[in-house]
């Protein structure tokens, strides 16, 4: 999904947060919520993630507590993910997919109900994210939320005089030229549904087909379809409006004043990756272990520090600065969970968006 997230170097993360917010004065105390609360494990565990989303310390000091091994591999989508978990030879003990994959490994059979006794800091997730998560994994019996956010627009204050509120101002032809579309097909697709007045989960080929129609109505005032290519541009005043997520935002708003994010009255998508254990995992205790230690709520801070994106971890929401917790793209409220949802896995019926996506997309050349 949104994954390209390395805004901090940890040898400067502090320096960088003071800048930033001018209210740190000495660094953080990221030691164990609990003191020293882990016994050796040993052997290896292999994890799946997407790339440059957790504080490589926090792996490290992980071994040192626990004498486990962290074979740790990049993924680029949750397709690539899917194809490395179905193969024959999946070596994978935990990975973090997103909402809807979660909803198809749980399909498959292929997840581990988690012991969540050997979770005890699973307490500190806040309440509210699981009236999201039990959408796609029913009881929160297989996964634990990581990170999540929202989809929103980013826009320059300085080239946009207008209240941005609806995803309307995404086909105002005074931008041409200047709008990024993401290059995802269940996102833009839903810029477009929800335009429309259409649940971002529709099984009806005719609401597809519309927001396809939109999308193609939409080609000549785009600047491009973007990923990670999208933030540069923004931060450098190159574009004045784009389809983002809202941690990515947060990141480029801290590098440039001029930018602002949000979430239109029409609605968006509210996303999560979650972290689960593969029942084929060959080290569960490790495993367990490691969903844990990432909710420590000092080290959960200290992650979400490093990465940017919003943490569910409600105890270490309350060790953060304001910066953070006072800032809408980062820590949206209510009422603008409110007006948004959690893709569904579609089944079958993905194949209607994929065509539709292909269509739009040989539209542009």
């Keep these: 999904m949104k994954k390209f997230l390395a805004v901090l170097l940890t040898c400067v993360m ?16 990221y030691s164990f919520a609990d003191g020293d609360q882990y016994e050796y494990i040993g052997g290896s565990l292999n994890i799946l ?7 490589p310390e926090l792996i ?9 091994t962290v074979n740790y591999t990049e993924m680029t989508s949750n397709e690539e993910m899917l194809i490395k978990l179905r193969s024959p030879d999946c070596v994978y003990d935990m990975c973090f997919p997103s909402d809807y994959i979660i909803e198809q490994l749980i399909a498959s059979d292929m997840l581990l ?3 969540k006794s050997k979770i005890p800091n699973v307490k500190n997730i806040e309440e509210r994210m699981y009236g999201f998560t039990d959408v796609f994994d029913p009881g929160n019996k297989y996964s634990v939320p990581y990170m999540w956010g929202t989809v929103g627009i980013l826009y320059n204050k300085t080239m946009v005089d207008e209240e941005v509120n609806s995803w309307d101002i995404l086909w105002n032809e005074k931008y041409a030229g200047e709008i990024w579309q ?3 097909v269940r996102d833009a ?15 009806n080929p005719d609401e597809v087909k519309e927001a396809k129609d939109e999308l193609i109505k939409q080609i000549p005032l785009l600047k491009g379809l973007g990923t990670d290519n999208i933030r540069g541009s923004m931060e450098n005043g190159k574009a004045a409006l784009a389809v983002i997520y809202s941690g990515d935002a947060f990141a480029c708003m801290d590098e440039n004043e001029d930018l602002d994010y949000v979430v239109p009255d029409e609605g968006s998508n509210v996303w999560f990756d979650n972290v689960v254990i593969l029942k084929s995992a060959k080290n569960t205790e490790a495993a367990h272990a490691f969903i844990n230690f990432l909710n420590d709520a000092n080290l959960a801070a200290r992650n979400t520090e490093f990465i940017f994106y919003s943490t569910p971890n409600g105890a270490a929401m309350d060790l953060l600065d304001e910066y953070y ?31 539709a996506w292909y269509e739009f997309k040989s539209n542009l050349d």
């Design 325 to 355: 917790t006072g800032n809408e793209t980062f820590n949206p409220s209510d009422e603008t969970l409110s007006r948004c949802s959690v893709f569904h896995d579609l089944g079958d019926f993905v194949n209607v968006f994929n065509d």
């Design 14 to 29: 502090l320096l960088a947060l003071t800048a930033c917010t001018g209210s740190k004065e000495e660094e953080a105390d």
């Design 49 to 55: 993630n997407w790339g440059e989303y957790i504080d």
């Design 189 to 203: 697709i839903a810029v477009s549904l929800l335009r429309l007045g259409y649940d971002i989960n529709t099984r």
């Design 113 to 115: 109900e988690l012991d």
């Design 182 to 184: 993401y290059d995802s």
């Design 60 to 68: 490290e000091i992980f071994e040192e507590e626990t004498g486990v």
